[in-house]
C-alpha cells in the first residue's frame, strides 16, 4: 500500500492553473524533505521542486517562478501550486519523501506516490 497519494491532476488549457497535492496516510512529513518531481517518456524524470521540514523550498530553475511548493503538516499534505501552465508540463507528477534535500534533489531514496497526471491543451 502507498504512502503517498497525489491529486488534483487533470485536463487544463495553456494559461491556466493547478494545484496538486500530496497527502501521506501512515506518516508525517516532520523531519523529512518532501519533493515533486515529473515524468515524460520523452524527458524522463525531472526534478522540480523540494521543501524541507523547516519550509526551505527549492526549485529546478527552469520551473522556478511559476511553480510553488508548499506544505500543511498538520494535514500531512504537501501541495504544487502550478501556474501558467504550457503544453510542455504535460507529464505524470509524483511526489516522495526523502531524508534530506540532497536525496530530494537527485530523487535517490525516496518514497513515493502513484502520480498524477497533468495534461496542458486546448
Known amino acids: 500500500e502507498r504512502q503517498l497519494v497525489e491529486s488534483g491532476g487533470g485536463l487544463v488549457q495553456p494559461g491556466g492553473s493547478l494545484r496538486l497535492s500530496c497527502a501521506a496516510s501512515?506518516?508525517?512529513?516532520?523531519?523529512?524533505?518532501a519533493g515533486w518531481f515529473r515524468r515524460t517518456p520523452e524527458k524522463g524524470r525531472e526534478w522540480i521542486s523540494c521543501?524541507?521540514?523547516?519550509?526551505?523550498?527549492s526549485y529546478a530553475d527552469s520551473l522556478k517562478g511559476r511553480f510553488i511548493i508548499s506544505s500543511d503538516f498538520e494535514k500531512k499534505t504537501v501541495y504544487l501550486q502550478m501556474n501558467n501552465l504550457k503544453p510542455e508540463d504535460t507529464a505524470v507528477y509524483s511526489c516522495?519523501?526523502?531524508?534530506?534535500?540532497?536525496?530530494?534533489?537527485?530523487?535517490?531514496?525516496?518514497?513515493w506516490g502513484q502520480g498524477t497526471q497533468v495534461t496542458v491543451s486546448s
Open positions: 516522495a519523501r526523502f531524508i534530506g534535500e540532497a536525496n530530494c534533489r537527485r530523487g535517490e531514496f525516496g518514497s
Open positions: 501512515a506518516y508525517t512529513f516532520h523531519s523529512y524533505t
Open positions: 521543501i524541507t521540514s523547516d519550509g526551505t523550498q
